[in-house]
């Protein structure tokens, strides 16, 4: 029986590349798709009903992250080692317990929320229309408790499918109601508009949860000979109570210092909204001016900023179970080679949303969102993108070793030094909401150094330099021929057409370019699942 089990998890054990990229794909097509309510929702509940719709969501992520946390990524680490050592049984075990966990922490955080909800919204949130918005998000807490558990249970066994397909049937529903609740409910007003949004957004994340269920059941059905834990003389298993209370031991100990390090981010991002509105303020700009340029900000720049981003957590994602197992065979050099393709694909993936952010800015602003007046913010932040892209493969690495307190350290320093600048700088008129541009910028650098610095310590990791010299060398060369390209194609008369086929050949030149200097190879794109084959042609 334990060697059929074996058998089935190592068919349905991605490798590293493999899972990646399945999670990569999910990943981009849910971006893409994500900017549908992107470039929709501002023209049905404008700029500053954005802004409604972002004031609350950062206190709901405060929230999210003291419910799951870390512990999707110590299910997956913990199920990892399990499925390693051929402890199915094991496994659902750590499944029973995440769940009870994080339906009991849902709960109790959900009633917290409805009870204090006009509290919040009128003494700590800068403005009292969000009430509706936060009360419409509060069923989400119990919904995305479950999801959690269950993706860091397919991540640890390193399938990346039932992940992958719930993320995107959530994307689907989430951008369908999103946009249908929005324009039924803003006859009413803004704060109905924000609300009906949000709403939209909970029913994406139910029907996400449905998905991780089905899949769920799939697999058991599978398995239906799955050996039970073994029964005492008075019925009880021997996987009893005491066991139970050592993986909850385990559990909260790998969970809670991840969770420390997400609660810095949560809370960095609550208090830069709010600090941001009154810093505004304090600078003379009207309430509904303040909301309208932070939910341009955080609505609309700030998300074409993270496209690639789904690369980055793709690779974030595979690797935590990747680099646990190896660090648990103490297998160094796998370790450095899982760093060094992350690393790189992150780059190198990233590079080309960079160079068009900032040299197309403005046309890119304008086919959007029809508003020329945020690229600005845009232009100002896209080269320094790439910190961001690199930052989540590092910090998935200091949490798969067991070094989540460097993490924390690293981000809380980072958050300190954002909210510090964006009191001083978007309290000045000179600066206003370009103050908390920089601040973040700096913070996506201070981070991003801060952890490179430790696992290079820590590992004794040693960075190809080269790839990054290359990388900025095909940046440049792209750069070059995106700028000829859109100002010498004939398309003027049809901007949309002139942007398209000006990015398009700027790709095609960085492509070539990537493959001339080997930061891609034919070898790489052969581990693609289903297109792997084809390569292995060349």
């Not at 058998?7 to 900017?35: C, E, H, M, P, V």
Request: some cysteine.
């Amino acid at each position: 029986m334990i060697e059929a089990e074996e058998l089935d998890y190592a068919l349905n054990k991605q490798s590293f590349i493999k899972g990646t990229i399945i999670l990569l794909t999910a990943g981009i097509l849910n971006r893409l798709l994500g900017f549908i309510p992107r470039i929709a929702l501002p023209r049905i509940i404008g700029p500053e009903g954005v802004g409604i719709y972002q004031l609350g969501y950062p206190f709901f992520i405060v929230l999210v992250t003291l419910i799951t946390g870390g512990i999707p990524l110590a299910i997956a680490k913990m199920v990892a080692e399990a499925e390693g050592a051929g402890q199915t049984a094991r496994s659902q075990q750590i499944l029973r317990v995440s769940l009870i966990l994080t339906l009991t922490l849902g709960t109790i955080f959900m009633g917290i929320s409805l009870w204090l909800a006009p509290w919040i919204t009128q003494v700590i949130l800068p403005d009292e229309r969000v009430y509706y918005t936060f009360v419409s998000m509060t069923p989400m807490m119990i919904i995305i408790a479950v999801s959690a558990v269950y993706r860091g249970y397919f991540q640890g066994k390193q399938n990346m499918v039932p992940s992958a397909a719930s993320s995107i049937i959530e994307t689907i529903v989430r951008i369908v109601c999103m946009l249908w609740f929005a324009h039924l409910l803003m006859p009413k007003g803004l704060a109905f508009g924000a609300a009906g949004a949000m709403l939209g957004t909970a029913v994406g994340e139910l029907l996400g949860m449905f998905v991780l269920l089905w899949q769920y059941s799939k697999e058991q059905q599978r398995l239906p000979n799955m050996t039970p834990p073994v029964q005492s003389i008075t019925g009880q298993s021997f996987v009893d109570t005491q066991s139970k209370r050592s993986l909850l031991s385990r559990l909260l100990g790998i969970a809670l210092p991840v969770t420390g390090g997400r609660m810095v981010g949560s809370l960095s991002y609550l208090l830069e909204s709010i600090i941001t509105a009154r810093s505004l303020a304090l600078a003379g700009i009207a309430t509904a001016a303040a909301t309208a340029q932070y939910g341009a900000l955080q609505g609309m720049i700030i998300p074409l900023l993270l496209l690639p981003g789904a690369i980055t957590m793709s690779l974030a994602v595979a690797l935590v179970p990747s680099l646990s197992e190896a660090a648990a065979r103490n297998d160094r050099a796998l370790i450095h080679k899982r760093m060094n393709q992350a690393l790189r694909l992150a780059m190198v993936t990233g590079a080309p949303f960079a160079v068009i952010m900032y040299v197309l800015a403005e046309p890119l602003c304008l086919l959007l969102y029809d508003n020329a007046d945020i690229a600005g913010m845009l232009q100002l932040m896209a080269p320094f993108a790439l910190f961001l892209y690199v930052q989540a493969p590092l910090q998935a690495a200091l949490q798969a070793l067991d070094r989540p307190g460097k993490a924390l350290i690293n981000t809380l320093i980072g958050a300190c030094i954002k909210l510090g600048l964006i009191l001083y700088l978007s309290s000045n008129p000179e600066f206003g909401i370009h103050g908390a541009v920089i601040a973040i910028i700096v913070n996506s650098i201070t981070v991003t150094l801060l952890h490179s610095i430790s696992v290079s310590r820590m590992i004794g990791f040693r960075f190809k330099w080269l790839d990054y010299v290359k990388t900025l060398a095909v940046m440049l060369m792209m750069g070059a021929g995106l700028l000829y390209s859109y100002l010498h194609l004939p398309f003027t008369e049809r901007p949309w057409l002139q942007f398209i086929c000006a990015a398009g050949v700027s790709v095609i030149l960085y492509t070539a370019a990537v493959f001339a200097t080997r930061l891609v190879t034919a070898r790489d794109l052969s581990r693609m699942p289903v297109f792997g084959k084809w390569f292995l042609r060349f």
